[in-house]
């Protein structure tokens, strides 16, 4: 049963860079042919997909975030990251990883204020 993790920083400033790790168990990110996402939900909003990377490595953004997104893994430690730049009160939301659309995280408050 693989299980994911979120983790980072609660808070964030406006126009700084907010960086998440999702620490994967139970399952290898490089496993074929999965593909590991960042998702998240703004306040009294719907799901918002962001970006994916896949098991050989490749990214994947929405255009909504192209611009300011990076997604990145550490298949030594067996985690994916997502950097969102330049943020803004209106990045507040719950940040959820996921592998596929089945096996999520709990997912982790993300408040972006001065």
């Known amino acids: 049963q693989v299980q994911l993790q979120e983790s980072g920083p609660g808070l964030v400033k406006p126009s700084q860079t907010l960086s998440l790790i999702c620490t994967v168990s139970?399952?290898?990110?490089?496993?074929?042919?999965?593909?590991w996402s960042w998702i998240r939900q703004p306040p009294g909003k719907g799901m918002e997909w962001i970006g994916a990377?896949?098991?050989?490595?490749?990214?994947y953004y929405s255009p909504s975030f192209r611009s300011r997104t990076s997604i990145s893994r550490d298949t030594s430690k067996n985690q994916f990251t997502l950097q969102l730049r330049s943020v803004s009160p209106e990045d507040t939301a719950v940040y959820y990883c996921?592998?596929?659309?089945?096996?999520w995280g709990q997912g982790t408050q993300v408040i972006v204020s001065s």
């Open positions: 996921a592998r596929g659309y089945s096996d």
């Open positions: 139970g399952g290898q990110i490089t496993t074929n042919y999965y593909y």
């Open positions: 990377i896949a098991y050989n490595g490749t990214t």
